[in-house]
């Protein structure tokens, strides 16, 4: 019972963050760039990053928790390569999630709270590419899961 509610926490964590990726890369930021000038568009990716990364400041921690739960009950050297390569890209993946959260939001909200259009683009631009990274990982990691076992 407890492997089983720890793998569906690892699960619903970790859907919610690949999930979320995928949602706001592939339909969130191609509508509002297609529906929205720059000084409306920037302000709803800045809000809509703010509640998603809030989100994954719990869900991160409960995927990498949740996760070496799991692993530590068959032990390290008895893992499946899968699950190796999980906590390598999952790791990764908190780093990405950390410089996004903690560096570059703090930067876009400065920058639309300034009406800084240009210089919020950019840092968008630098979190979109990071979120594109990240979800690339999130698919291998999930694939690693899989076809690793």
Same mark, same amino acid.
Do not use: E, K
């Given at each position: 019972?407890?492997?089983?509610?720890?793998l569906l926490i690892?699960?619903?964590?970790a859907?919610a963050?690949?999930?979320?990726?995928?949602?706001?890369?592939?339909?969130?930021?191609?509508?509002?760039?297609?529906?929205?000038?720059?000084?409306?568009? @920037?302000? %709803?990716?800045?809000?809509?990053?703010? !509640?998603f990364?809030?989100a994954?400041a719990? =869900?991160?921690?409960? +995927? $990498?928790l949740?996760g070496?739960?799991?692993l530590?009950?068959?032990?390290?050297?008895?893992?499946p390569?899968?699950?190796?390569?999980?906590?390598?890209?999952?790791s990764?993946?908190?780093?990405i999630?950390?410089v996004?959260? @903690?560096? %570059?939001?703090?930067?876009?909200?400065? !920058?639309?709270?300034?009406g800084d259009?240009? =210089?919020?683009?950019? +840092? $968008?631009?630098?979190?979109?590419?990071?979120?594109?990274?990240?979800?690339?990982?999130?698919?291998?990691?999930v694939?690693?899961?899989?076809?690793?076992r």
């Amino acid at each position: 019972m407890w492997r089983s509610t720890l793998l569906l926490i690892h699960l619903l964590a970790a859907m919610a963050w690949v999930g979320g990726m995928f949602f706001a890369h592939f339909c969130l930021r191609p509508a509002a760039v297609q529906t929205l000038t720059p000084p409306q568009r @920037l302000p %709803l990716m800045r809000a809509a990053l703010s !509640h998603f990364l809030r989100a994954l400041a719990i =869900a991160v921690p409960l +995927v $990498l928790l949740s996760g070496l739960a799991l692993l530590s009950t068959v032990r390290m050297a008895h893992a499946p390569w899968g699950w190796h390569a999980m906590l390598a890209s999952g790791s990764v993946m908190a780093g990405i999630y950390a410089v996004i959260h @903690l560096r %570059l939001l703090p930067r876009l909200r400065a !920058h639309c709270d300034a009406g800084d259009w240009p =210089a919020a683009a950019q +840092v $968008l631009n630098s979190i979109r590419r990071l979120v594109a990274l990240n979800l690339g990982l999130g698919i291998l990691t999930v694939a690693a899961a899989i076809l690793g076992r």
